[in-house]
């Protein structure tokens, strides 16, 4: 009989469970050792590094940050100065380095939004209008030119919505936005039911099936959560319920699937979203990506027990009749699928 063999059956309980933690941590920390020198060399976290990747990534945060401000029911006039000032500096030198291409176009295309808004409002944004026309001079561009990129803004409709959602997968995929305007009616629990058994049907891993949904609806409780994830200031306030997704870490059984719950948690999340989205409400996704303190206030706040892992927020209200989303661009389809 083996070693392994004789331990299983001869050891006590709190030895046998000993042994195991010390074998699964041996093989665990190489894994992660693994993951973190992959990140520390290439994650955009050393800015001195200047890979354009890193530097789209950066344009890209600064640009969307404006267009979520944008899309907000009542946007403060001249909010968001110092990322704008980041986003111009951004912009320099990208333009310069690798010419006039994404993501730099749609922020400048941002820009434009963000001064458009503001003389719809009898302000001439000053503070963004002068620089932009001097980059944009400097790199022989005009602002007419500027206006054909995607970018800011999109004005919409509940109606134009439930026309799109109507109009067969593809039309149904891509009228689903990220909501920031909420009209402030009930989400019906029948309804969050449906949309939870819908997103039921998410692939996972060995249909393990690892999720769970966590549903907010009293104002004093989602108001704590929001405050705790700190990116939904004004339109959280708007939601109709903050749902809170997880995913239990004992449903996973190798060294291998250290990930799985990020990754079969957020298929669910997307499925979750497009289920909402089928039902006529409206859904914003709220980053989880946050340090120890936060995670451990959330999991006080919500009463999420420690096996499950948080994987996000969402915030779900109804759709008011007119509103704006943000328009983002998407990069050409040969730049995402790779023919091998």
Same mark, same amino acid.
């Given at each position: 009989?083996?070693?392994?063999?004789?331990?299983?059956?001869?050891?006590?309980?709190?030895?046998?469970?000993?042994?195991?933690?010390?074998?699964?941590?041996?093989?665990?920390?190489?894994?992660?050792?693994?993951?973190?020198?992959?990140?520390?060399?290439?994650?955009?976290?050393?800015?001195?590094?200047?890979?354009?990747?890193?530097?789209?990534?950066?344009?890209?945060?600064?640009?969307?940050?404006?267009?979520?401000?944008?899309?907000?029911?009542?946007?403060?006039?001249?909010?968001?100065?110092?990322?704008?000032?980041?986003?111009?500096?951004?912009?320099?030198?990208?333009?310069?380095?690798?010419?006039?291409?994404?993501?730099?176009?749609?922020?400048?295309?941002?820009?434009?939004?963000?001064?458009?808004?503001?003389?719809?409002?009898?302000?001439?944004?000053?503070?963004?209008?002068?620089?932009?026309?001097?980059?944009?001079?400097?790199?022989?561009?005009?602002?007419?030119?500027?206006?054909?990129?995607?970018?800011?803004?999109?004005?919409?409709?509940?109606?134009?919505?439930?026309?799109?959602?109507?109009?067969?997968?593809?039309?149904?995929?891509?009228?689903?936005?990220?909501?920031?305007?909420?009209?402030?009616?009930?989400?019906?629990?029948?309804?969050?039911?449906?949309?939870?058994?819908?997103?039921?049907?998410?692939?996972?891993?060995?249909?393990?099936?690892?999720?769970?949904?966590?549903?907010?609806?009293?104002?004093?409780?989602?108001?704590?959560?929001?405050?705790?994830?700190?990116?939904?200031?004004?339109?959280?306030?708007?939601?109709?319920?903050?749902?809170?997704?997880?995913?239990?870490?004992?449903?996973?059984?190798?060294? *291998?699937?250290?990930?799985?719950?990020?990754?079969?948690?957020?298929?669910?999340?997307?499925?979750?979203?497009?289920?909402?989205?089928?039902?006529?409400?409206?859904?914003?996704?709220?980053?989880?990506?946050?340090?120890?303190?936060?995670?451990?206030?959330?999991?006080? *706040?919500?009463?999420?027990?420690?096996?499950?892992?948080?994987?996000?927020?969402?915030?779900?209200?109804?759709?008011?009749?007119?509103?704006?989303?943000?328009?983002?661009?998407?990069?050409?389809?040969?730049?995402?699928?790779?023919?091998?």
């Amino acid at each position: 009989m083996s070693i392994k063999k004789l331990i299983l059956r001869y050891a006590p309980g709190g030895v046998r469970r000993t042994l195991r933690d010390v074998y699964f941590a041996s093989k665990l920390v190489p894994g992660h050792l693994y993951d973190y020198r992959r990140f520390l060399a290439h994650a955009g976290l050393n800015k001195s590094r200047n890979a354009q990747a890193e530097r789209a990534a950066r344009i890209t945060l600064y640009y969307h940050q404006v267009e979520k401000g944008m899309s907000l029911a009542e946007p403060r006039l001249n909010f968001g100065k110092p990322i704008i000032e980041s986003l111009f500096s951004e912009l320099e030198g990208f333009l310069r380095d690798y010419g006039v291409a994404a993501p730099a176009t749609t922020g400048i295309a941002a820009l434009i939004s963000y001064i458009d808004f503001h003389q719809r409002h009898g302000e001439q944004a000053q503070h963004v209008r002068e620089p932009l026309a001097k980059l944009l001079a400097r790199h022989g561009l005009s602002m007419e030119q500027a206006r054909d990129w995607s970018g800011g803004t999109l004005p919409t409709s509940r109606a134009e919505i439930e026309q799109a959602r109507h109009g067969g997968f593809k039309s149904f995929f891509e009228s689903r936005h990220s909501i920031r305007q909420f009209s402030g009616g009930v989400v019906a629990p029948d309804d969050l039911r449906r949309a939870v058994e819908t997103a039921q049907k998410t692939p996972s891993v060995c249909n393990r099936q690892s999720w769970q949904v966590h549903a907010f609806s009293q104002p004093e409780q989602m108001a704590r959560l929001l405050q705790i994830q700190s990116g939904s200031r004004g339109f959280g306030e708007q939601a109709s319920a903050v749902l809170v997704v997880t995913s239990d870490l004992r449903s996973f059984l190798g060294v *291998a699937e250290r990930y799985q719950a990020w990754i079969d948690g957020g298929m669910f999340a997307m499925s979750l979203c497009l289920a909402l989205h089928d039902l006529g409400y409206g859904s914003c996704c709220l980053n989880w990506s946050k340090e120890p303190d936060a995670d451990k206030a959330l999991r006080a *706040a919500a009463g999420i027990e420690p096996y499950q892992q948080i994987i996000m927020l969402l915030a779900v209200g109804t759709l008011p009749e007119q509103f704006s989303v943000a328009r983002s661009y998407r990069p050409p389809v040969d730049q995402v699928l790779v023919l091998h």
